[in-house]
């Protein structure tokens, strides 16, 4: 099945107000009804495009990373697309066609297209076709550490990257990871994860790693915490660090997501308290 793809809109005035939608202090999940008209934003730079926001870094919710579903109409999109130079991204594609134009290179985004940028990079993404285009965009600010380079920028496509079934499984879980998990250059993964109708994370996951999990394809029933969530193809979920995870996929499709989370760096410390006068 093609990925998810959020249209917008409006529900009808009759249907209920009760949905799924939580937040709570160790996750949160935003059911695919949220991302509606009302709930869109628009960013300066970027011409006929509307987003939604799934992730900004803010006291009790994401620390690490802020994530997008943003809808390019066609012409559209920006010269201009990043304010921060010290961001990093990931952009994947769900619906339609853009062109990415990296140190003046061009590159052809379809639906499955992955492409990394480092901090610093020039780049700008543009509409090519007559309809709506659509992609995930997963920023972080990078953390450089001395003796070692910034990544350098790719595009690849999903269908390039081998899935790795996890250790035990059968295939029942694969994960598709775009960077090389020695690589210690790169802060961040972002991943596709797949699991075939009965496939499980069979324990809680409980570890330093912050996750955003938007649904692509399928439904299962996800671990959050306490809490057992119903979860379906479109709906972001957020988990905090040290959040307990775990999910079953029922069928009778696949169940597939992509999976944000931050790596390979020491944790902050608080700052050493200023000296005390006497």
Not at 100 to 109: I, K, N, P, V
């Amino acid at each position: 099945m093609p990925d998810y793809v959020p249209r917008g809109g409006l529900p009808a005035q009759t249907e209920l107000t009760t949905d799924r939608a939580v937040f709570t202090e160790a996750y949160a999940v935003l059911p695919r009804r949220t991302m509606s008209d009302i709930t869109a934003s628009r960013l300066p730079h970027w011409d006929t495009t509307r987003l939604w926001v799934l992730a900004r870094p803010l006291s009790g919710f994401a620390e690490t990373f802020s994530q997008y579903v943003v809808e390019v109409s066609p012409g559209g999109g920006s010269d201009r697309p990043e304010s921060d130079p010290n961001a990093e991204a990931v952009l994947f594609v769900v619906d339609g066609a853009l062109v990415l134009t990296l140190d003046g290179r061009s590159h052809d985004l379809t639906p499955g297209s992955y492409a990394f940028l480092p901090p610093g990079v020039a780049w700008t993404l543009r509409s090519t076709s007559d309809a709506t285009a659509t992609f995930h965009w997963i920023r972080k600010r990078y953390e450089p550490v001395d003796g070692l380079d910034a990544p350098a920028a790719f595009v690849t496509r999903e269908r390039d990257v081998e899935a790795v079934p996890m250790p035990d499984t059968d295939g029942a879980w694969t994960t598709t990871r775009f960077v090389d998990v020695e690589d210690l250059r790169h802060d961040m993964h972002v991943n596709i994860v797949t699991f075939a109708p009965g496939g499980a994370i069979p324990f809680p996951e409980t570890h330093v790693m912050e996750h955003g999990l938007y649904v692509l394809e399928g439904k299962a029933v996800y671990l959050l915490n306490r809490d057992w969530v119903e979860v379906q193809a479109g709906d972001f979920m957020w988990l905090r660090a040290f959040c307990p995870q775990a999910c079953y996929a029922g069928g009778p499709g696949r169940f597939r997501y992509l999976l944000y989370k931050d790596v390979n760096r020491h944790a902050a410390l608080p700052p050493a308290p200023a000296p005390t006068a006497g």
